[in-house]
């Protein structure tokens, strides 16, 4: 199994600062054949499924904020809120699909200082 | 707009089977190139993939699960109701969580899982006596 490690366990930044999370996996993700990482962020509110934000490491799912960015290649990745907002205030993982079973990080919840 | 609607008993006695439904609507489970998945989530704690099932294409019908619950897990689709199932034998209290059905891409004629795009709300199963 690929495992999937965040950090920070938790975060707390101001509104209209940037918060920063990290995930880093066991082996690779990156697919050599068409050079995409196969990897994914998700936000998860209280008492609601997860959300997909990002994809492919770095794609926005349609309808998410700018404010929302992913970046990283191989087994260093990162999600980046550019100006934190009280709504999203949230648990957030990172999850690989590159290979089953598909796993997921341990969580970052993010809150507000 | 497709929504999933998990559902089935909220209460199983330890050694005994949980079985859930997941009910699709606003599209056809077999339509477009997706996989179906059940995730859990204990309380506070972290998502978990017990595995998933192709419903279209020469995979239809084809599923693979979590080797953690391999032996314990089945995951079937009834596409004349829009369905799809989870079966989990002999329960204990450790499989008490909130249960997600989910649909994710896959790729063609690969058939490499993608991002999961869609979600259940969940629904909470607790193994009690």
């Known amino acids: 199994d690929i495992e999937m490690t965040q950090s920070p366990d938790s975060l707390a930044v101001s509104l209209g600062e940037r918060a920063t999370i990290n995930c880093k996996s066991s082996q690779s993700v990156l697919y050599s054949s068409n050079n995409k990482d196969y990897l994914a962020w998700y936000q998860q509110k209280p008492g609601q499924p997860p959300k997909l934000l990002i994809y492919w490491a770095s794609t926005r799912e349609s309808g998410v904020p700018d404010r929302f960015s992913g970046s990283g290649s191989g087994t260093d990745f990162t999600l980046t809120i550019s100006s934190l907002q009280a709504e999203d205030v949230a648990v957030y993982y990172c999850?690989?699909?590159?290979?089953?079973?598909?796993?997921f990080g341990q969580g970052t919840r993010l809150e507000i200082e | 707009q497709v929504q999933l609607q998990e559902s089935g008993p909220g209460l199983v006695k330890p050694s005994q089977t949980l079985s859930l439904t997941c009910t699709v609507s606003g599209d056809s489970i077999t339509s477009g190139t997706y996989y179906w998945s059940w995730i859990r989530q204990p309380a506070g704690k972290g998502l978990e993939w017990i595995g998933r099932?192709?419903?279209?294409?020469?995979?239809?019908?084809?599923?693979k699960y979590n080797p953690s619950l391999k032996s314990r897990v089945t995951i079937s689709v009834d596409t004349s109701k829009n369905q799809f199932s989870l079966i989990l034998s002999s329960v204990t209290a450790a499989d008490t969580a909130v249960y997600y059905c989910?649909?994710?891409?896959?790729?063609?004629?690969?058939?490499?899982?993608?991002?999961?795009?869609?979600w259940g709300q969940g629904t909470l199963v607790t193994v009690s006596s």
């Open positions: 989910a649909r994710g891409q896959h790729t063609l004629p690969e058939y490499q899982l993608l991002q999961i795009d869609c």
């Open positions: 099932i192709y419903t279209s294409g020469s995979a239809s019908g084809s599923a």
């Open positions: 999850q690989q699909y590159y290979s089953t079973p598909i796993t």
